[in-house]
């Protein structure tokens, strides 16, 4: 069983002068201990709420620092290909001049 959550002794002790046979106290003393400790076995502590805080605030900053390097290096693809649809398109432009020229000395 974990850590008691209640004083079992003073609980007994509470009980039986309430005219409670000591057997029941007992009884009733290890199932509201059991109890407690079944309901509190799930809370946060202070320090459990301040870990998970930092660690959430850092798993923001990772996920903002990935966000950024993914947005530079698409905007480096970005121009990247907008280069080479110019350089394409200089070509075709080229080409065309060049094809139309002779025609028009004809």
Do not use: F
């Not at 005219?19 to 400790?37: D, F, I, M, S, T």
């Not at 990935?66 to 530079?72: C, L, R």
């Amino acid at each position: 069983m974990a850590d008691p959550v209640l004083d079992t002794l003073d609980y007994c002790e509470t009980l039986e002068k309430s005219q409670v046979p000591h057997y029941q106290a007992k009884a009733h003393a290890r199932g509201l201990n059991e109890a407690l400790v079944a309901a509190t076995a799930e809370l946060a502590t202070k320090a459990d709420i301040e870990n998970l805080r930092v660690e959430t605030k850092a798993d923001i900053e990772n996920l903002r620092v990935e966000t950024k390097s993914e947005i530079i290096q698409m905007k480096s693809d970005i121009i990247a290909w907008n280069v080479g649809m110019l350089v394409a398109l200089a070509v075709i432009i080229v080409t065309a001049v060049v094809g139309i020229v002779p025609m028009m000395s004809k």
